[in-house]
């Protein structure tokens, strides 16, 4: 069965997602990269009772009428948050939670009072609860495009200033910006967007749409901007998908779809995304591991050598011994280096080439150069540093062993000098 293309509620009800997702994802960057990940949530509570109270008032169930309720109350819900953080020692996630249940409270008690009044039913007030795309018309997605581009344009306007805020509060008012003022217009940007999605959403699922497309793309980059559009893009397909499935399968409500479909969005971001996926963690680990075993290796290799004077060849069983582990996992290492360039066989044990060489003395260097710095630098006595020598010896570079190399050179220079320049510079202390 193929979903109706050319059916003009089909139309409206994918357009309608797609501006709920696609600014779901845009204003969710700026709500998780802010620690405001529950605020959407909150407003979306938050916004119910504005909706009962503005049918109470003027009987309309039209989407103007009852969204100018609710970013009513939605706003007068971040003025609430604000007052509460800034004048009373309640932390922001405690105000959170308050002003939540409170509004929530509130608007079911509203809802409950326009059942029993008789036109509950008539109303359609409930659709706000859990949403309903399906009921989307034509004026519904007029007001949804200019509420969406009302948030576009402003995020466009004041992106440096979100951005700004986000990441250096501090210095973004020391410049001479208002930072509370940015702050409460991005929130009201946020009220606009749950505003847009609550419709074919809902108040329980609207905070999922806003935040889960933000925290999938946070998987795939480190760059604001490219978060910004990740997030956009995943927020829209997300909602033309669900939208789609919906279709396919008329008795599914779309809203949930929706906050389903952008949950396997984040699931394949945080299983596969190539630096911060699970995947890639498994794998950084595991090359860590594989590092550290080379590097041990490396290092008995150069101690025997010194040791025995025999620089060309040894077998796995002496390497194996110096490590204290069994020949087994000291052959599999052995085998991997002989893959990797660093040992070739010789007669009935290993050697070097010429790289494997040039690694083994840095690695000896850097254990050895790690030892005396905290001998020197850190007070401690001999016995005690091997361990954290081997810990550290695997991350060294070659600058910061210049830089070490610098260090204790400095180190000798002062212990070097007459006590009437540095008198209180002794050995093991720092000038």
């Not at 290993?350 to 150069?369: I, Y």
């Amino acid at each position: 069965m193929s979903a109706p293309l050319f059916d003009l509620n089909f139309q409206l009800v994918l357009i309608g997602s797609l501006l709920i997702g696609a600014t779901g994802g845009l204003l969710g960057t700026f709500a998780v990269l802010r620690k405001r990940s529950l605020l959407g949530d909150t407003l979306a509570h938050a916004a119910l009772p504005g909706v009962a109270v503005a049918f109470l008032l003027t009987g309309s169930k039209a989407l103007p009428v009852l969204i100018a309720g609710a970013t009513f109350s939605g706003v007068l819900g971040v003025l609430m948050i604000q007052f509460v953080v800034n004048h009373t020692r309640i932390k922001a996630d405690a105000a959170l939670g308050i002003v939540l249940s409170v509004f929530f409270g509130v608007g079911i008690v509203l809802l409950t009072h326009i059942q029993q009044s008789g036109v509950g039913n008539q109303s359609g007030l409930d659709k706000f609860l859990f949403g309903q795309a399906a009921s989307i018309v034509r004026s519904d997605v007029q007001v949804m495009l200019v509420l969406s581009l009302l948030v576009l344009v402003t995020v466009a306007a004041f992106y440096k200033e979100f951005k700004a805020l986000i990441f250096d509060p501090d210095y973004f008012s020391s410049i001479g910006y208002n930072a509370r003022g940015v702050d409460l217009l991005l929130m009201g940007l946020i009220v606009l967007t749950v505003m847009v999605g609550l419709q074919a959403v809902g108040v329980i699922l609207i905070a999922a749409l806003l935040i889960t497309p933000a925290v999938a793309a946070r998987f795939w980059t480190d760059d604001l901007g490219a978060m910004v559009w990740i997030a956009t893009a995943l927020g829209a397909i997300s909602g033309a998908t669900g939208t789609w499935i919906s279709t396919l399968a008329p008795k599914i409500p779309t809203g949930p779809v929706m906050v389903l479909v952008a949950t396997g969005g984040f699931i394949v971001s945080a299983i596969f995304a190539p630096s911060r996926g699970v995947l890639a963690r498994l794998k950084r680990l595991r090359d860590n591991r594989l590092r550290e075993s080379r590097h041990h290796f490396l290092r008995a290799f150069a101690e025997l050598a010194e040791a025995t004077g025999r620089q060309s060849e040894l077998t796995i069983a002496e390497v194996s011994g110096h490590l204290q582990e069994s020949e087994r996992t000291t052959a599999k290492t052995a085998s991997r280096m002989v893959r990797g360039g660093w040992l070739e066989r010789c007669g009935t044990g290993v050697c070097l080439t010429n790289q494997g060489q040039v690694d083994a003395e840095f690695v000896l260097k850097s254990h050895r150069l790690w030892e005396h710095y905290l001998i020197y630098r850190s007070n401690l006595k001999l016995d005690h540093v091997d361990r954290p020598a081997d810990d550290v010896e695997h991350i060294l570079t070659p600058e910061i062993v210049a830089a070490l190399e610098d260090a204790l050179r400095e180190e000798v220079v002062d212990i070097a000098t007459p006590e009437s320049v540095h008198p209180t510079t002794s050995m093991g202390e720092t000038s």
